[in-house]
């Protein structure tokens, strides 16, 4: 961030914020309860945490009831941090960490120390709906954070990850309150845009309810020259009368973003290089990714009686992405020297996913019981094609990075560019049966069900179109849930619970321990589906004003490696035989210190090894890019002296991270800290309010993560961002 951009956003700032301070004048002359006024729109305003949320097919509930960790990020901290991406929202998190994957600018989550990608993200409950790469916050009422593995709540994730937990995204509907909001909004040093939210109800009961809200931002953000433009719109409608709660949502997602600022390559050198300065990009002008999404679903409810209901909902996504990605790769530490390697690629996917389903509860002899019975199918069909170029002939720097020219030498290419052919099918099918007991007046609740999931795959030629490989397995994924409450406002709980990813392929050979090359003895086969397993205690603690949470966790994700085969020693043996163990504690604390003081803080600590390893190599090393603790902070202070204005600020920790799986490297601790205000002036009677943040105040520059799917890549942290905003209430 320069001095220019800096001195530009600050004169943005009081720009918003001078007719601000002047408008509670223009109240009083108008006699308005200016106080009241305020007052309801600083409460209305205030981020927090809902405690609870959907569990999957048991239903929403209090956090309180379910034997899981579970916990929502409101629309008002949506609204008052200015994100522009899913992963800044989960930043508040002190369990989640965010980094991009896969080479493009899609968001990569980590999640006790797992892998949570753009693709199985929740839309409302539905796998496959959500846009695949990055999801624009604004148009979400909920963001929902279940920790731990979910494949008998929510179903295998069709994306293979998940295993450490999901997040849940609940779209905008109408409330009790009538909406009609716009925001105007900055990202320095040249992101501009606004949005829009208008919600009723109508009806002589208030049964029909719509919802439209949307937003449109573009230009250049803080990284340097990296270009960012978002466009969505959402629609809700719903009817909410007698037995009958019907509700339709549809939206429409646009994103581009140019001259991104890729991860770094550094395999192999031996060594960490230094940072460079917080806001250099050492991506190319050249590359961008363009992301296309109309998505949406149907659902109904009707209650056959006052304890029995039925459901069902149906949703859909139609996506489209096209990009041209660079790869750099360090060369030289000393003198940051990279090799810049390309790529084309363009996608399309066609996505549908349903449910259906029965909840019933009764009551006899004072014990309760809640049964939940159902099934649920996803259907994903991918398209893609894809070149991959030659490296540039001019080499880049990481500290003084220039535009080299691109490669136009095909190495590989497969597919139509223009017409991408089908690549992969895939069908996830499962029943589910659940029966939640409940004793002393609910006081103890024991959960226990399980669901019958089937992952069938295809995999085509994209060229040909000829099928090439299938894959069609079944596994039984239970789930055991114990919450005693001992007394009010204390709620301890257990489970074991499973995770679910379709297996591998064993290959033709392999190396053994000797570095001998040997067959393998069931080459081609397709293993099972991968089962996780997790077993967790925890705690939740209820004071009125604070809430507090306690989890011990341990997550065995089964690894597919080869071994000598027992039977034939001349051979090799595919299988899940290798294992990797996370274990941890997490702690989260939300709520009012005191009137006024608000805090969503809280810390995780993960050891992450590598059990039963191939060969016994790496056997007990830590696994990459899982920080070995984290901390968060984030305090709201209503002024008492100044009634309308709040301060805000953050602190984000994270801890080392070994940055290769021989455990020779590793990322330092890094922290960063934000600070922000937002005054709520009058204009009229309605209320306006003004918002000013800074992100990463320091400027820090740090290695953020090296966390990837596919290899342990660097991300470079976000530089300091300056952010401003304006709220009109009407």
Avoid: C
Wanted: net charge negative.
């Amino acid at each position: 961030m320069t001095l220019h951009h800096a001195r530009k956003a600050l004169l943005l700032a009081a720009g918003f914020t001078a007719p601000g301070l002047a408008l509670p004048a223009i109240a009083q002359d108008n006699g308005t309860d200016e106080d009241s006024i305020i007052v309801t729109a600083q409460r209305e305003n205030q981020t927090g945490v809902v405690q609870g949320g959907s569990a999957g097919v048991l239903g929403n509930k209090a956090a309180e009831d379910v034997p899981f960790s579970l916990r929502s990020y409101n629309s008002a901290l949506i609204l008052n941090q200015q994100p522009q991406t899913l992963g800044q929202v989960l930043e508040n998190d002190p369990t989640v960490r965010t980094t991009t994957g896969f080479g493009i600018a899609g968001e990569l989550f980590n999640i006790r120390g797992f892998a949570l990608a753009g693709d199985d993200i929740g839309y409302d409950g539905l796998y496959g709906v959500m846009p695949r790469q990055l999801a624009a916050p604004e148009l979400y009422d909920q963001v929902q954070i279940l920790n731990g593995s979910s494949a008998f709540l929510n179903g295998a994730a069709p994306g293979g990850s998940g295993i450490g937990g999901s997040v849940n995204l609940i779209p905008k509907r109408a409330t009790g309150r009538d909406v009609t909001r716009f925001t105007l909004g900055y990202t320095a040093p040249e992101h501009v845009g606004g949005s829009f939210d208008f919600g009723k109800r109508l009806g002589a009961n208030g049964e029909w309810g719509i919802r439209i809200n949307g937003a449109a931002r573009n230009g250049d953000v803080s990284v340097d020259d990296e270009f960012r433009s978002t466009y969505v719109l959402g629609g809700a409608v719903d009817y909410n009368s007698g037995p009958l709660r019907l509700s339709l949502d549809i939206a429409y997602q646009r994103v581009k973003v140019s001259h991104f600022r890729p991860k770094l390559r550094v395999s192999g050198l031996g060594v960490i290089p230094d940072e460079p300065e917080a806001d250099t990009n050492f991506g190319q002008p050249w590359q961008y990714t363009t992301l296309r999404d109309i998505f949406g679903q149907f659902r109904a409810e009707y209650d056959l009686a006052g304890n029995v209901m039925v459901y069902a909902a149906f949703g859909a996504r139609d996506g489209s992405e096209v990009g041209v990605y660079s790869t750099p790769t360090l060369t030289d530490p000393a003198t940051g020297d990279l090799t810049v390697s390309s790529s084309f690629i363009p996608r399309t996917d066609n996505n549908e996913a349903a449910t259906v389903g029965l909840r019933a509860g009764l009551t006899t002899g004072g014990i309760s019981q809640e049964m939940n019975a159902g099934g649920s199918i996803n259907w994903l069909t991918s398209r893609n094609a894809f070149e991959f170029y030659a490296t540039s002939a001019e080499l880049n720097n990481l500290y003084d990075p220039i535009e080299v020219t691109q490669s136009d030498t095909v190495t590989f290419a497969s597919g139509d560019l223009d017409d991408p052919l089908r690549a992969s099918t895939t069908r996830l099918s499962s029943l589910f049966l659940s029966d939640t007991i409940g004793f002393w007046d609910d006081r103890v609740l024991f959960t226990v069900g399980a669901r019958l999931q089937e992952i069938q795959t295809r995999s085509f030629n994209v060229t040909t179109g000829d099928q090439t490989g299938g894959y069609k397995e079944d596994a039984l994924t239970p789930v055991f849930g114990l919450v005693v409450k001992p007394v009010e406002g204390l709620s301890v709980y257990a489970n074991r619970i499973e995770s679910l990813v379709q297996g591998s392929t064993a290959p033709a050979s392999g190396t053994d321990s000797g570095g001998n090359t040997l067959p393998v003895s069931n080459a081609g086969e397709v293993l099972s589906p991968y089962v996780s397993e997790q077993y967790e205690i925890g705690g939740k603690l209820d004071i009125g004003t604070l809430d507090f949470t306690l989890a011990l966790f341990q997550i065995d994700r089964e690894t597919a490696i080869l071994r000598v085969d027992p039977s034939d020693a001349t051979m090799l043996e595919f299988g899940p035989f290798g294992t990797q163990r996370n274990r941890g504690i997490e702690f989260t604390v939300a709520g009012e210190l005191a009137d006024g003081l608000r805090l969503i803080a809280g810390g995780s600590v993960i050891d992450a090894k590598l059990r039963d390893t191939q060969n016994g190599v790496n056997e007990g090393n830590e696994a990459v890019g899982v920080p070995d603790f984290l901390l968060n902070a984030n305090l709201e202070w209503d002024v008492s002296f100044v009634p309308a204005l709040t301060l805000t600020g953050r602190v984000v920790h994270t801890g080392e991270q070994a940055a290769d799986i021989t455990n020779s490297l590793y990322l330092d601790s890094w922290t960063r800290f934000d600070i922000g205000a937002r005054y709520v002036a009058l204009l009229g009677d309605k209320p306006v309010t003004l918002r000013f943040g800074i992100d990463n105040v320091a400027d820090e520059a740090y290695w953020a993560s090296a966390f990837d799917s596919f290899r342990p890549d660097l991300a470079l942290g976000t530089p300091r961002t300056f952010k401003a905003s304006a709220t009109f209430d009407f």
